[in-house]
């Protein structure tokens, strides 16, 4: 956990609701908008100055953040390769966390990051807009799917859940059990998915049509949805990959994972079924951003069916990565 000087602290105070509340600056508005991270990555857009410092600074500048030998060690490897990640400056021998804080400092300083980078938190180069995003997201998500977000830090979780609502990024850094990896995954889950998000936004949309609908979520309580729906000629639900106590009340428990193939098939159709004719435009950019996101991944989840009448049906799968928790819901429903 990692705590932020007040200077920088002031840009990253935000609303329960996620809304930013930014320091006055006499920056323009161009400059003062961050772009959301959407890569895996330890630096976000705003921040790439702390690299581009790094860098391209001459020895004198840097040693005037920074211990001489320690500037000694990053000219003598950047000129065997540019730096690319934070993770990469501090494989350089003396640079940690503390070194990072003054090379973001002097950074700043000289005109390379713009106010809406907020500075490094527990291994991030964290911009305004992905703090906005975690914020929001850690107000919101449900007990489940934190939990899986965070598979290794289940004291964390909990705290995150009973502290919550939060105000700021750096709140949520400082939490106890919160760290570099934790705070990375909550990063991911807030920001990695948005263009999926955007598409499943635009599908839900397009609402009912004839006597069905379809309709698929991407962060949702996937136990409240398998446990708490209409029971009326409920289906048997099959099941994979939950934990033993975690598998509803007579489903059956599949022996096997889904794939990728398994998941993009369940979403695909779903789509084609809410747009049928292929006419929204964020279909490419989304379903691209799917790819990314389930290739080569594992899913638990399960498939079940429920009616809250006996008018009505639905039918609806939920898949879960088993290691990052991403996690998509898929369903369709008819109605005489």
């Known amino acids: 956990m990692r705590r932020l000087g007040t200077a920088l602290l002031a840009a990253s105070l935000f609303t329960a609701c996620g809304g930013a509340e930014l320091e006055s600056s006499n920056e323009p508005l161009a ?12 630096v976000s857009p705003e921040c790439q100055g702390i690299l581009q410092f790094a860098n391209t600074a001459s020895f004198a500048t840097l040693d005037a953040y920074l211990p001489s030998d320690v500037v000694s060690n990053l000219v003598a490897r950047r000129a065997i390769s540019p730096f690319v990640s934070l993770a990469d400056i501090s494989s350089v021998r003396l640079v940690g966390p503390t070194r990072l804080d003054q090379l973001t400092a002097g950074a700043r300083a000289k005109g390379y990051l713009p106010s809406s980078c907020i500075g490094i938190l527990d291994g991030l180069a964290v911009s305004t807009d992905d703090a906005a995003a975690i914020v929001s997201l850690v107000n919101s998500i449900h007990d489940s799917e934190l939990h899986d977000v965070l598979p290794d830090a289940w004291n964390g979780a909990v705290n995150l859940l009973t502290q ?6 750096q709140a949520i850094s400082n939490v106890t059990g919160i760290g570099d990896v934790s705070l990375r995954n909550i990063r991911n889950s807030a920001t990695l998915s948005r263009p999926l998000e955007a598409l499943i936004n635009a ?53 096997y994972l889904a794939d990728a193939a398994e998941v993009r098939a369940e979403f695909k159709a779903t789509l084609d079924y ?3 004719y292929k006419q929204l435009p964020q279909r490419a ?52």
């Open 31 to 42: 400059q003062q908008q961050a772009a959301l991270t959407i890569t895996d990555v330890d």
């Open 164 to 169: 919550r609502p939060f105000t700021s990024v």
């Open 203 to 255: 599908a839900n949309a397009v609402g009912y049509h004839g006597h069905g609908g379809a309709y698929m979520a991407r962060h949702f309580d996937w136990w409240q949805e398998v446990t708490g729906n209409g029971s009326y000629n409920a289906s048997t639900p099959v099941c994979f990959g939950l934990e033993p106590t975690s598998v509803p009340r007579g489903a059956t428990v599949r022996p």
């Open 274 to 276: 809410a747009d049928p």
């Open 285 to 336: 950019t989304g379903l691209a951003n799917l790819e990314e996101r389930i290739n080569g991944r594992s899913f638990k989840g399960c498939y079940f069916g429920y009616s809250n009448d006996p008018w009505s049906a639905h039918s609806v799968a939920i898949f879960v990565d088993v290691e990052n928790g991403f996690s998509l819901l898929t369903g369709t429903y008819w109605a005489e």
